[in-house]
């Protein structure tokens, strides 16, 4: 059996395969961010499809920090017990699941927060509408959001915590010189860009407690002009294992990156596949922590190679698993063809429709 289907473990978590689903945004969540029979359904199935490791949809940890609609949310007590029916219903098929904490920021809608979006930074031509740039009082309400977050996701059930410093939110603004222009201790050096983190870090720490697992989902480049470099990312990054984080997910992108953003289409053979590939290597030089790598896996063979080469610890997937939730099961069977996903992004419609996300295509398909 390939080193794929064997059992880890990430701190006090034990894993059975080195399979992660990784978060995506499923537009399953009711209008307060409560759990939903679909919802629930959506994360069962993924753990009855073989998947080791289930990372959850970015879930907001304060109100105005909401990204989209119907998105999970982990910014009131009022939420826990029905996501403890989730990670319940979960850890019966099998499962562990990881809460994904989040902060929206510059991206953040107003007409659904009613709140202006907060920024790092608020300069010239970064939005035609107004924007709200973070005070101290601001950052320290942020750090204590992302603590009291992790402590109602270890209260539902919860296996861990995976903070998102990915993609262009909040998190990953502070970390990107395109966005932080800041002129106090939270802006300039690399050191001052990740302060932030390193205090979200503690105070959740002081939380949960120093045996439950605390991820994080970063970018190793943003792929915008003077964003975040792969060096001051690995710089970022050993602070942050030096302080007591226990595995990096590294992706890339923001959602202005264009064709380099995170989401990429046209993925059709192996040699397109795992775009994150050469930051990881880079990574796991620098460093000795369990590293999930996400970015266009859709096969067996590059999975494979990319834990036997030691480039990467795991296995991330997202747009493949809304296909194939079975899909770790198929191959694990011996069915070792490509996922069947054709990565052209249309699954995120129906989600924008309310209707949660699913594979259109394989709805077309069912439909004939």
């Known amino acids: ?54 990372i959850s949809g970015h879930a907001y940890v304060l109100p105005e920090g909401q990204a989209g609609p119907w998105q999970m949310g982990m910014h009131k007590d009022e939420l826990i017990d029905g996501h403890k029916k989730m990670t319940d219903a979960v850890h019966q098929a099998g499962g562990r699941i990881v809460a994904q904490l ?4 510059h991206f953040a809608p107003k007409e659904l927060t009613q709140n202006t979006p907060r920024v790092v930074s608020d300069f010239e031509g970064l939005s035609k509408s107004p924007r709200h740039e973070l ?21 539902a059930g919860f296996d861990g915590v995976q903070i998102h410093s990915a993609h262009g939110y909040l998190l990953s603004q502070f970390l990107s010189p395109a966005y ?11 050191e001052n860009r990740t302060r ?7 105070a959740v720490r002081s939380l949960v407690g120093d045996d439950y697992p605390v991820l994080i989902k970063i970018n190793s480049q943003d792929h915008i002009d003077h964003g975040l470099t792969l060096e001051d990312s690995i710089a970022a990054s050993k602070m942050l ?5 226990d595995a990096i997910e590294l992706s890339g992108g923001t959602l202005t990156s264009g064709a380099l953003s995170p989401s990429r289409t046209g993925i059709t053979k192996e040699e397109k596949e795992a775009y994150f590939k ?57 069915d070792t063809s490509p996922a069947t996903c054709k990565s052209d992004n ?23």
Request: with cysteine.
């Open 278 to 334: 050469n930051a990881a290597l880079s990574y796991k030089k620098a460093m000795d922590v369990p590293l999930i790598l996400v970015g266009g896996m859709r096969s067996l063979t590059v999975a494979e190679e990319t834990v036997k080469s030691k480039t990467a610890d795991y296995i991330s997937m997202s747009r493949p698993f809304i296909r194939e939730p079975g899909l770790v099961n198929r191959w694990k069977s011996g």
């Open 180 to 190: 932080n222009r800041r002129k106090d201790n939270y802006g300039g050096t690399i």
């Open 135 to 155: 005070t101290q009082d601001d950052i320290k309400r942020l750090v204590d959001g992302f603590a009291q977050g992790a402590r109602r996701a270890k209260a």
């Open 196 to 202: 932030v983190h390193l205090e979200i870090l503690s």
């Open 241 to 245: 294992v030096q302080a007591g984080l």
């Open 346 to 368: 249309l699954c995120f419609g129906p989600a924008m429709e309310g209707k949660g996300i699913f594979c259109v295509v394989d709805q077309l398909k069912k439909n004939k």
């Open 102 to 105: 989040a902060h929206s920021g």
């Open 1 to 54: 059996m390939t080193m794929l289907f064997e059992k880890t473990c990430i701190k006090s978590m034990t894993l059975a395969n080195r399979f992660v689903r990784s978060a995506t945004w499923e537009g399953m969540a009711a209008d307060d961010g409560s759990m939903t029979p679909s919802l629930t359904k959506a994360m069962v199935d993924l753990a009855q499809g073989g998947v080791g490791l289930i």
